[in-house]
Structures are given as C-alpha cells and as structure tokens.
T-cell receptor
Framework: GAVVSQHPSRVICKSGTSVKIECRSLDFQATTMFWYRQFPKQSLMLMATSNEGSKATYEQGVEKDKFLINHASLTLSTLTVTSAHPEDSSFYIC???????????FGSGTRLTVV | DAKTTQPPSMDCAEGRAANLPCNHSTISGNEYVYWYRQIHSQGPQYIIHGLKNNETNEMASLIITEDRKSSTLILPHATLRDTAVYYCIATRFGNEKLTFGTGTRLTIIP
C-alpha cells in the first residue's frame, strides 16, 4: 500500500512561465500533503503543508503567491510554480499522509529546471 | 525535533554489513528515531523507526543505546543499490513535519 505518483519527473521551462506538479496517492486518501524542495547538494526543506479542502500553510521564507498549492481532493494535490525564475530550479517532492499517525511515503520527485 | 549528528560520508564493501551511526544526545522521552534514505534523484524512502528497543525489518536493523543518546542503522548485507544518503531523524511519533539534516552519504564499493 501507500503508493504515490508524482509527475512530471523532470521539466524544463522558460523563465516567467508557470509549471504545475501533480502528486497523487493511488491506494489511499491523503488528508494532509507536504511539499518539500531540495536544492543541489542540500537536504530536503519543507515548503508547505496542506489539508484537503483548506488553504496551505507555508514555511517561513516560502512565497505563497509564487508556490500555489491545491489540495481539492483526498487523492490529488498540485503545486504550481508561478512566474518561474532560474533560482526556482530545484527538486520538488510531495509527501502525502493518510492520517496523523500513518504513512511516511514520498513521491519520486520532480526536477525543475528554469532557463 | 532533537538535533541529530551523522558522519557526512561512509564507504562499505559490497556484501558486508553497513553500520551507520547517529547521535541524538538531546532526544526526549517521547521522540522516536527514524531512518530514511534517498537514492540519487528520487524521493526519500522510509527504512525503520524505533523508540528504545532494537528493531528489525526486511530492510535493516536499528540498534538504540540504552540511554537513547545514539543509534546505529545496520544494513546486514550491503548491495550496490544501497548507495544513498541516509537520514536519521528524532521526532515524536506521528509528527507530520519531518526535519531532514544533511545525512550520511553511504557508498557501497564493489
């Protein structure tokens, strides 16, 4: 169980455009979704937390208007990087939670390169 | 979360046991020790967790010292596919926010 599908796995976009990353929990319902990012040679950093049907909570230093999170259903959450710039190039990883005490599953990640 | 300290890198010969240490001297009584690993360009993978007793599953064994100030993750027969960054995290059970440190980069040598 606890299968997570994240795509695209890799995307290259032009500066100023927007990119949408999808994260699906295939065999369970995710009440909470965590989004992390990882810059080269660094560790994962939590960006935001969202609960199904409510607004996301962003970590300090993460622009909520730039990183739009939609968690409208229990099986799908999306992260949209708006007006992407080269400094947004990173590895983005989702982590859906089935319930407070269950599940430590991560998506396979999306490598975003902004040129 | 309690602060954890891990060596930045380790090598291990293929087929041998890989022993990865983690120091968590300020761990509190309700914090568990979790281990994850991240293979290059993939998302993290849960390995094992424990509170105070040693634990074993199909992937690894976790040895926690009696005072709980340190632990060791053991991969009994390392393979090349075990090459990854291994993260030790001390946190409350069910804590939704995981704080990843810099981990240990384990390289399995043929």
């Amino acid at each position: 169980g606890a299968v997570v599908s994240q795509h695209p796995s890799r995307v290259i976009c032009k500066s100023g455009t927007s990119v949408k990353i999808e994260c699906r929990s295939l065999d369970f319902q995710a009440t909470t979704m965590f989004w992390y990012r990882q810059f080269p040679k660094q560790s994962l950093m939590l960006m935001a937390t969202s609960n199904e049907g409510s607004k996301a909570t962003y970590e300090q230093g993460v622009e909520k208007d730039k990183f739009l999170i939609n968690h409208a259903s229990l099986t799908l959450s999306t992260l949209t990087v708006t007006s992407a710039h080269p400094e947004d190039s990173s590895f983005y990883i989702c982590s859906p939670r089935q319930a407070a005490n269950y599940g430590y599953t991560f998506g396979s990640g999306t490598r975003l390169t902004v040129v | 979360d309690a602060k954890t300290t891990q060596p930045p890198s380790m090598d291990c010969a293929e087929g041998r046991a890989a022993n990865l240490p983690c120091n968590h001297s300020t761990i509190s009584g309700n914090e568990y020790v979790y281990w994850y690993r991240q293979i290059h360009s993939q998302g993290p993978q849960y390995i094992i967790h424990g509170l105070k007793n040693n634990e074993t599953n199909e992937m690894a064994s976790l040895i926690i010292t009696e005072d709980r100030k340190s632990s060791t993750l053991i991969l009994p027969h390392a393979t090349l596919r075990d090459t990854a960054v291994y993260y030790c995290i001390a946190t409350r059970f069910g804590n939704e926010k995981l704080t990843f440190g810099t981990g240990t980069r384990l390289t399995i040598i043929p």
